[in-house]
Structure formats: structure tokens, C-alpha cells
């Protein structure tokens, strides 16, 4: 079975300050890894995706990932917070052969950007 | 802005109720799924459909069912709804290529 652990409930960050959400995941053979972000009233948004090739990815609104398989690890970064990044952040994995097709998804991180 | 919509936005009925939760989607896909979602808990797979006629169930056991007639329209029925079943419903959608998915915005329903 296939899982994700994002370990923090909620991420207090200084605008303006770096920002990280923790993400590890569990699936047999090779993953694909996403995030997806949730404005208040609204659907998830994707923000990007690892499935193969260089292990930092970046995606949408500045936000990047590094993929770190000895440690199975796909955290969110950004460099420099801005207070419209506060919302919430769901983690996925799948295993490759299932694509995109039976994602597990993280509880999600509450991230809160104060100005 | 994804073009994928679920009616009603809020759902509070009493218990032993039919009710039908709708999700359409104008992109053409032919991947859709149905997610349920409760607070600070994960998203959970309910129920998947790779087209027209085909339909499996996810990860996660339900006692809904969901039909697709349609590629547009992917509803989501439980038979007699009780108290176990509030939560939030969420749709989604995919073209298979992009490994993306598109989200409705959610049906929040609560059974009283």
C-alpha cells in the first residue's frame, strides 16, 4: 500500500522568511510524487510533480521540490513567502505503474504566512 | 481555472435519505475520481472511472455508488444516507497524459 506522512499540522512562517513543508511517503517500486494547494472554497490546484529525471522540480507560484529517495522524502520549498502562499498542501504518491490513476494523499499542512 | 463543477456546494439532510452528488467536467477527460476528504484527515479514493461505462472502487470501502453514462458526468448516489457519511466530497478529473488532476471544489454533506 502506498501512504504519505506530512508530520506537521500547521507551518507559521514570517513573510518574506523561507518556507518548508515536510512530506515523506511510503510505495512499492518507483513513485510519483505531488503537491497540490487549497485556497479557502476552492478545489486543489496542482503545483508540481516528480516522475523522473533531475530531483529538484519547480513548479507553480515559485514553489519547488526535492526528491530524495534514500530518505523518501519530497518536500515543498520556497525561497521567500508572501502572505497569499497561506493555505493548505496535500502531498501525493502513487506507484508508477498506477499513474496518476490511485494517488494516496497526506492530510495536509495548514501553512500560515504572517505578515 | 479548472472546469470541473459539483453541485450542490453544501448538502444537510436527514437520515435514510437517496441523495446524488453531481460533478461535471467540460475538458473532455476520460479519467475521473471521487475523493473523500474529512478535517485534518487524508484525502481517501472512493471510486474511480477510466470512461464511458467503466467504474471501479478505490482505496477506501464506501457504501456509495457512482455511474458514468457520460464522459462529462461522473454522479456519486448513496442509497440511504446516515450520520457516518457526513463529510466532504471531492471530484476530480484527468486527461491521462499530464498526470494532473483537475478538483471540483467539493460537496460538504451532512446527515443529521
Known amino acids: 500500500a502506498q501512504s504519505v506522512a506530512q508530520p506537521e499540522d500547521q507551518v507559521n512562517v514570517a513573510e518574506g522568511n523561507p518556507l518548508t513543508v515536510k512530506c515523506t511517503y511510503s510505495v512499492s517500486g518507483n513513485p510519483y510524487l505531488f503537491w497540490y494547494v487549497q485556497y479557502p472554497n476552492r478545489g486543489l490546484q496542482f503545483l508540481l510533480k516528480y516522475i523522473t529525471g533531475d530531483n529538484l522540480v519547480k513548479g507553480s507560484y515559485g514553489f519547488e521540490a526535492e526528491f530524495n529517495k534514500s530518505q523518501t522524502s519530497f518536500h515543498l520549498k520556497k525561497p521567500s513567502a508572501l502572505v497569499s502562499d497561506s493555505a493548505l498542501y496535500f502531498c501525493?504518491?502513487?506507484?508508477?505503474?498506477?499513474?496518476?490513476?490511485?494517488?494516496?494523499f497526506g492530510k495536509g499542512n495548514q501553512v500560515v504566512v504572517i505578515p | 481555472e479548472a472546469d470541473i463543477y459539483q453541485t450542490p456546494r453544501y448538502l444537510v439532510i436527514g437520515t435514510g435519505k437517496k441523495i446524488t452528488l453531481e460533478c461535471s467536467q467540460t475538458?473532455?477527460?476520460?479519467?475521473m475520481y471521487w475523493y473523500q476528504q474529512d478535517p485534518g484527515m487524508e484525502l481517501h479514493l472512493i471510486h474511480y472511472s477510466y470512461g464511458v461505462n467503466s467504474t471501479e472502487k478505490g482505496d477506501l470501502s464506501s457504501e456509495s455508488t457512482v455511474s458514468r453514462i457520460r464522459t462529462e458526468h461522473f454522479p456519486l448516489t448513496l442509497e440511504s444516507a446516515r450520520p457516518s457519511h457526513t463529510s466532504q466530497y471531492l471530484c476530480?478529473?484527468?486527461?491521462?497524459?499530464?498526470?494532473?488532476?483537475?478538483f471540483g471544489s467539493g460537496t460538504q454533506l451532512s446527515v443529521l
Open positions: 476530480a478529473s484527468s486527461d491521462g497524459n499530464s498526470e494532473k488532476l483537475f
Open positions: 501525493a504518491v502513487s506507484a508508477r505503474y498506477y499513474g496518476n490513476n490511485r494517488l494516496a
Open positions: 475538458m473532455g477527460h476520460d479519467k
